[in-house]
Structure formats: structure tokens, C-alpha cells
């Protein structure tokens, strides 16, 4: 397996352009997660999904969009990048069951895409 | 939601026991403790969690007070390869604090 993998590693935008960070997941986790990580910060959440079709926003969701229309895939979309927005993205996946409350559980953590917004 | 305190950084020596204290003392009944751990600039590592009984497996022991309202991380043999920032989370909602950045030294 290759677990959670993100693309790109690093990425440079002009203030205003748009973008997609991608995410997939090969272990059939049904939820899935993204966040962001200032330096000397913790991890903030900013969107998470628990199951296709459901998204649901954390505690930064303000400039970011998400769908999850697979199961594998849930990326994050920058609007109009800010350079407000310049930090390392994290996307994440987990077993879980959806009948529940969300739960932290056992989460599977992406490398992180590095995004510099100029 | 429940708050966490952590120091900000400890120290440990190599080959010692290091222990991780979390203070979490709002917790609700039904929410568990989970640790994770971030290796300088990857992304972070799942560890431990625990309810209310004590939890030991490969990586770590994780200790929680009868009351719930602390626990501590326990790495039984510190390596250079455990300098990393440690996350204690006491909630469900996905919220990962600073944690505390332990340097383990020769």
C-alpha cells in the first residue's frame, strides 16, 4: 500500500491564482481530512470527510473547497491564493464508522505539500 | 471540547525513560486521548490512545489518571530517532494543539 500520498511536494503562487492540492488514500479509509501547519505551529483543520458525497469544515475552512467524489480522492482547492494561505498542507485518512460521532482515531498522515504564496 | 496543556519542550537522555505529561482536565466521559508525534517537517505519526484503562503497545505506554483529567506518554527506552514534537489530543474534534518538542540527546 502506499498509504496517503499528496501532490505536489512544493508549490509557488502568485497572490490570486487558483489551485488544486491533491490527496489520495489506498486503504479504503472513509474519512479523510485536510490541514494546514504555520511554522511553529500545531496542525489546524480545515475540511474533513466522512464518506463520498459528505464534507463537512473545521476550524479554518475560510478561502478552501473540497468534494469528495471517491472514496480514494479528496482534494483541496485554493480559490484565490493569499499569501495568508502560504503553510504546509497535511491531508490525512482513517477508519471510521459513519453512524458515529467523529472520532480523532488512528489517522494516516500525508508527506504535506509545501505552498509559498508571493 | 477539551483543552490540552503540554510543556513546550523537554529534554531526554538517550536510553532513558521519557515521560510526556498532558494536562486535559475538561474532558468529557466519552472522549478519548490520543497521542501522535511529528518527525521534523513530515507528517505526523499516530502513537497511542487510550480512554480510561492504561494502553501499552510497540511504540509507547500511555498512562491516565483515575480522574481523567492528566496522562503522560511514556517512551520505555528513548532513541535520537524520538526527537519529535508529541501531540496530546483530548477531544473529537480533530484539534492538534503545539504539543511538546522532546530533544533526545546522546
New interface residues.
Partial sequence: NAG?TQTPKFQVLKTGQSMTLQCAQDMNHEYM?W?RQDP??????IH?SVGAGITDQ??VPNGYNVSRSTTEDFPLRLLSAAPSQTS?Y?C?SWEGDARL????????????TRLTVT | DAKTTQPTSMDCAEGRAANLPCNHSTISGNEYVYWYRQIHSQGPQYIIHGLKNNETNEMASLIITEDRKSSTLILPHATLRDTAVYYCIATDKLIFGTGTRLQVFP
Fill in positions: 496517503v481530512s490541514y511553529g505551529m500545531g496542525l489546524r483543520l474533513y473545521g476550524e504546509v497535511f490525512a460521532p467523529v472520532k480523532t482515531y488512528e489517522q494516516y498522515f500525508g508527506p504535506g
